[in-house]
C-alpha cells in the first residue's frame, strides 16, 4: 500500500514537471532567451572591409535574428591586430565599437541575443610575457564588447587556434623541453 501511494507521489510529480522545448522562451541569471537555439560561431566570409563590418553581414545577423534563432554567437573576432588576416572582424581598437553597437542593436530589435567570440587567431609559440599580453588583450577586447552591448563573450580555444595549445598536449610538447616533459609527467 505504501509503494502505491509512493508511485502515485511521484507520477504526480513528474506530471507537474513543466515541459519545455526548443522554441520556449528560457531565462539564464541575467539572461533571457526567446528559445534555446544558438548560432554556432562561424567566420563568415565578406564580413570585414576597410576596419568596417560590411552591410552583408548586418543584413545577415538581421535575417538571423529575425528568424528562429534565440541567441548568435558571432565568429572569432581577433584581439589584436594580426596582418595576416586582414579581412577577419577585429575587435582590437575602441574605434569598432560604434559598429558594434549598430549590429547588437539590430540583433536586440529583433529579440535576439548576440555573444562576441573573442581570440587570437594565429597558433605559434609564445613566451609568459606574451601569455601576460594575451590576458590584458582579451580583458580589454571583453570590455568592448560589454560596451558595444554584447551579451557575453565566448573565448575561442578550437583545435586551430592559439589557446588550444594549453590543452593539446601534442602541441604542448612540442613548446616545452624534454624536462619540464618528464616533470610534468611527474606531477600527473
Ligand atoms: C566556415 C566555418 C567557420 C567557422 N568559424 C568558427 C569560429 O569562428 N569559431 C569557432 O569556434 N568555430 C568555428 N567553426 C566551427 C563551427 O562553429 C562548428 O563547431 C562546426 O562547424 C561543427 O558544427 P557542425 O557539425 O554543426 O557543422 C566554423 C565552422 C565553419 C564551417
Redesign the pocket.
Known amino acids: 500500500m505504501l509503494k502505491l501511494i509512493f508511485l502515485l507521489i511521484l507520477l504526480v510529480q513528474i506530471h507537474s514537471i513543466e515541459k519545455k522545448d526548443l522554441f520556449d522562451e528560457t531565462q539564464f541569471k541575467y539572461l533571457k532567451l526567446k528559445n534555446r537555439v544558438f548560432r554556432?560561431?562561424?567566420?563568415d566570409c565578406e564580413s570585414w572591409v576597410n576596419g568596417k563590418l560590411t552591410d552583408v553581414f548586418y543584413r545577415r545577423y538581421d535575417e538571423l535574428s529575425k528568424n528562429e534563432v534565440g541567441t548568435i554567437i558571432t565568429?572569432?573576432m581577433l584581439i589584436s591586430d594580426d596582418k595576416e588576416y586582414e579581412n577577419m572582424v577585429r575587435i582590437n581598437k575602441d574605434e569598432y565599437i560604434e559598429g558594434f553597437k549598430k549590429l547588437t542593436d539590430l540583433v536586440h530589435k529583433n529579440g535576439a541575443n548576440i555573444i562576441a567570440?573573442l581570440g587570437p587567431f594565429r597558433k605559434t609559440d609564445i613566451t609568459k610575457d606574451q601569455i601576460h599580453e594575451l590576458e590584458n588583450l582579451f580583458a580589454d577586447a571583453a570590455v568592448r564588447a560589454q560596451k558595444a552591448g554584447f551579451d557575453g563573450i565566448e573565448i575561442?580555444a578550437?583545435h586551430h587556434v592559439l589557446l588550444s595549445q594549453f590543452y593539446l598536449l601534442y602541441s604542448t610538447i612540442e613548446m616545452m623541453n624534454m624536462e619540464e616533459v618528464m616533470k610534468t609527467e611527474q606531477d600527473l
Open positions: 554556432a560561431p562561424v567566420i565568429g572569432q567570440q575561442c578550437n
